[in-house]
């Protein structure tokens, strides 16, 4: 027979108080698990938020080089002295997105406005796919000491042939240029303005505001020091009206931040009032007084409105003269046709052939404010309007080829929407 041995283990139940201290140490611990991480989180969050701050906002950089090469002598506007001398030209917020393009709210007196400051050796734009400026020579190195009046006139009168092309009326534009370099208007033009005037005249936006200041969509130049402008504050600078923090920004996906932005948006008549003034706008761009301008990034974010809803350019920077985008792309050597793209609405075709790129641009003006604004303007449309606006719409946004190749169709379109939108809105208390 087998013997068995048969051990047993008594195992000792935890009592109350031990289990409650495990569970209190084990929360306790989980407690600064988390603290340390929202700490962590906080300090990552203020860091990468001061980084960004630090290096997109430097307009006390802009300041102190404006303010030294004034007190030189070297530069004079009419904004000098307000910023340097008597600090009545004040910078506010800081709405930069670039650190080579300083933007801030201001207030000059009475008047408020926005700032813009371009950082560096920045004298001309280059047509190129990255949107960046060139760099030149030296900022303020043009004209040289000893230029006189009737030089600069040439030097300001060959600019903008190169730029806008052979105009009949360019020593009009030329005259205009002129009338706003004399900033304390004393009938002369002294050295120190005109390389403040050279400077700007560089920029696509201050020579966009020179050329429309009397049309109503475009802010007017307030004054100037160097290449630092003062330009019309726009009241409501996006079209539409939900702003989240940058943090949730980071998470929402593009469609569902599309799907909330329409939401969140003026009444319908207003919203028909502002896209009127989009279509005014393509006007006034394309068949102004000094040539034809292309828009080459027609986007939400670059267009707002003032309290009567009345549609405001924000950003003109990446509106380019026709004349300048054909010279630039005649140049450009191309694989496929993707090379031959300015900024995100300015795109040719490629010849193959030739491995240059075309100088026609593919759509126009107008097809890019239609696609823009499609459900923007479709939203909350009337029933009895819906049906022939989205048609017209289309219609639109299947133009192709440059204006000038398609002028009736182009400007039929044009007309019949905004009889359309006209018609619909012209007894409302909203319009």
Same mark, same amino acid.
């Given at each position: 027979?087998?013997?068995?041995?048969?051990?047993?283990?008594?195992?000792?139940?935890?009592?109350?108080?031990?289990?409650?201290?495990?569970? *209190? $140490? /084990? %929360?306790?611990? +989980?407690?600064?698990?988390?603290?340390? @991480?929202?700490?962590?989180?906080?300090?990552?969050?203020?860091?990468?938020?001061?980084?960004?701050?630090?290096?997109?906002?430097?307009?006390?950089?802009?300041?102190?080089?404006?303010?030294?090469?004034?007190?030189?002598?070297?530069?004079?506007?009419?904004?000098?002295?307000?910023?340097?001398?008597?600090?009545?030209?004040?910078?506010?917020?800081?709405?930069?997105?670039?650190?080579?393009?300083?933007?801030?709210?201001?207030?000059?007196?009475?008047?408020?406005?926005?700032?813009?400051?371009?950082?560096?050796?920045?004298?001309?734009?280059?047509?190129?796919?990255?949107?960046?400026?060139?760099?030149?020579?030296?900022?303020?190195?043009?004209?040289?000491?000893?230029?006189?009046?009737?030089?600069?006139?040439?030097?300001? *009168? $060959? /600019? %903008?042939?190169? +730029?806008?092309?052979?105009?009949?009326? @360019?020593?009009?534009?030329?005259?205009?240029?002129?009338?706003?370099?004399?900033?304390?208007?004393?009938?002369?033009?002294?050295?120190?303005?005109?390389?403040?005037?050279?400077?700007?005249?560089?920029?696509?936006?201050?020579?966009?505001?020179?050329?429309?200041?009397?049309?109503?969509?475009?802010?007017?130049?307030?004054?100037?020091?160097?290449?630092?402008?003062?330009?019309?504050?726009?009241?409501?600078?996006?079209?539409?009206?939900?702003?989240?923090?940058?943090?949730?920004?980071?998470?929402?996906?593009?469609?569902?931040?599309?799907?909330?932005?329409?939401?969140?948006?003026?009444?319908?008549?207003?919203?028909?009032?502002?896209?009127?003034?989009?279509?005014?706008?393509?006007?006034?761009?394309?068949?102004?007084? *000094?040539?034809?301008?292309?828009?080459?990034?027609?986007?939400?974010?670059?267009?707002?409105?003032?309290?009567?809803?009345?549609?405001?350019?924000?950003?003109?920077?990446?509106?380019?003269?026709?004349?300048?985008?054909?010279?630039?792309?005649?140049?450009?050597?191309?694989?496929?046709?993707?090379?031959?793209?300015?900024?995100?609405?300015?795109?040719?075709?490629?010849?193959?052939?030739?491995?240059?790129?075309?100088?026609?641009?593919?759509?126009?003006?107008?097809?890019?404010?239609?696609?823009?604004?499609?459900?923007?303007?479709?939203?909350?449309?009337?029933?009895?309007?819906?049906?022939?606006?989205?048609?017209?719409?289309?219609?639109?946004?299947?133009?192709?080829?440059?204006?000038?190749?398609?002028?009736?169709?182009?400007?039929?379109?044009?007309?019949?929407?905004?009889?359309?939108?006209?018609?619909?809105?012209?007894?409302?208390?909203?319009?």
């Amino acid at each position: 027979p087998f013997t068995f041995t048969v051990g047993f283990l008594w195992l000792r139940h935890p009592t109350p108080s031990s289990t409650l201290g495990a569970r *209190f $140490s /084990y %929360l306790r611990m +989980k407690y600064l698990f988390f603290s340390w @991480l929202a700490v962590f989180i906080s300090s990552w969050v203020v860091y990468v938020q001061y980084s960004s701050y630090t290096e997109l906002c430097r307009g006390h950089e802009c300041k102190k080089t404006i303010c030294d090469k004034y007190r030189r002598g070297v530069i004079d506007g009419s904004a000098c002295s307000s910023l340097c001398d008597k600090d009545t030209l004040y910078l506010g917020k800081c709405l930069s997105s670039k650190p080579n393009n300083q933007v801030y709210t201001g207030s000059w007196g009475d008047l408020e406005g926005v700032i813009k400051c371009q950082m560096g050796d920045i004298l001309q734009y280059d047509l190129g796919a990255d949107m960046e400026p060139r760099k030149e020579a030296m900022l303020f190195d043009k004209p040289t000491k000893g230029t006189s009046v009737e030089k600069f006139k040439e030097m300001v *009168f $060959s /600019y %903008l042939k190169a +730029k806008v092309g052979e105009q009949a009326n @360019l020593q009009d534009l030329a005259n205009l240029v002129l009338s706003v370099a004399d900033s304390n208007k004393d009938g002369h033009i002294s050295l120190p303005e005109a390389k403040s005037a050279w400077a700007l005249l560089q920029l696509n936006e201050v020579l966009l505001m020179v050329i429309l200041q009397d049309k109503e969509h475009t802010p007017k130049l307030l004054g100037f020091c160097g290449n630092l402008y003062v330009a019309e504050k726009v009241e409501y600078t996006s079209l539409y009206g939900l702003h989240l923090p940058w943090l949730l920004e980071l998470w929402i996906p593009s469609g569902v931040r599309r799907s909330m932005d329409q939401w969140f948006t003026p009444s319908w008549p207003r919203k028909a009032k502002i896209f009127i003034g989009l279509l005014e706008l393509v006007e006034d761009v394309f068949h102004g007084p *000094f040539g034809n301008f292309l828009m080459c990034d027609v986007s939400a974010t670059n267009f707002g409105y003032n309290e009567k809803h009345d549609l405001k350019a924000v950003d003109l920077r990446r509106v380019v003269p026709e004349a300048a985008f054909r010279e630039a792309m005649r140049d450009r050597h191309c694989d496929v046709d993707a090379d031959c793209v300015y900024g995100a609405d300015c795109s040719t075709s490629c010849d193959l052939t030739k491995r240059r790129c075309s100088t026609d641009v593919i759509q126009p003006n107008l097809a890019k404010a239609c696609r823009m604004l499609k459900d923007y303007i479709l939203r909350g449309a009337p029933l009895d309007v819906r049906e022939e606006l989205e048609k017209q719409l289309y219609s639109c946004m299947a133009l192709k080829g440059s204006a000038d190749q398609m002028e009736m169709e182009h400007s039929l379109i044009l007309n019949n929407l905004k009889t359309l939108l006209w018609k619909k809105i012209s007894n409302t208390k909203d319009s």
